[in-house]
T-cell receptor
């Protein structure tokens, strides 16, 4: 079974550009979570999605950040007009149901804003 | 979700048991204790979880005190590959959407 896949693994963007991060959950999982990890810090929850629905976006910055999980295809985390403070590792996790004790994490996308 | 307190770092000799403590004095009756770990630059990995009984799986054992205010994760025979940051998290089972990762304990296994 393939695990959670994220691409790209590394992404470099200049200030003001857009960043698109993709996450394909494990087969059979319809629940996706995005976390951000700043350097030397723990992971911080951003958003929880089910297919075509945003369930909890309490950790998402109010501006420039958006997420979707369409009926077909991967989940996308989109950051518009990136700034240096957006440089971080972005991890996606998936689970087969809400509240599952185990979230399966992908390898992460490391975003660097220059 | 209750807050947890862990030592920032620990060392353990290879082949010995690694005992990682966690305090969660404000834990509620319906909150479980979860342990995840993050090996350098990788995504976190689930280890084990429990409510009030001690638990054991192929990776580790979880010992929860009777008052549930603290717990210990035990890696019975630590290897170099166990070097990682270990996160103790408390969360309501079945309804929580997210895990609150603190700063964890950085465990270094020494040859």
């Amino acid at each position: 079974n393939a695990g959670v896949m994220q691409n790209p693994r590394h992404l470099v963007r200049r200030r003001g550009q857009e960043a698109r991060l993709r996450c394909s959950p494990m087969k059979g999982h319809s629940h996706v979570y995005w976390y951000r990890q700043l350097p030397e810090e723990g992971l911080k929850f951003m958003v929880y999605l089910q297919k075509e629905n945003i369930i909890d976006e309490s950790g998402m910055p109010k501006e420039r950040f958006s997420a979707e999980f369409p009926k077909e295809g991967p989940s996308i985390l989109r950051i518009q007009q990136v700034v240096r403070g957006d440089s971080a590792a972005y991890f996606c996790a998936s689970s087969p149901r809400q509240g599952a004790y185990e979230q399966y994490f992908g390898p992460g996308t490391r975003l660097t804003v220059t | 979700d209750a807050k947890t307190t862990q030592p920032p770092s620990m060392d353990c000799a290879e082949g010995r048991a690694a005992n990682l403590p966690c305090n969660h004095s404000t834990i509620s009756g319906n909150e479980y204790v979860y342990w995840y770990r993050q090996i350098h630059s990788q995504g976190p990995q689930y280890i084990i979880h429990g409510l009030k009984n001690n638990e054991t799986n192929e990776m580790a054992s979880l010992i929860i005190t009777e008052d549930r205010k603290s717990s210990t994760l035990i890696l019975p025979h630590a290897t170099l590959r166990d070097t990682a940051v270990y996160y103790c998290i408390v969360r309501v089972a079945d309804t929580g959407n997210q895990f609150y990762f603190g700063t964890g304990t950085s465990l270094t296994v020494i040859p």
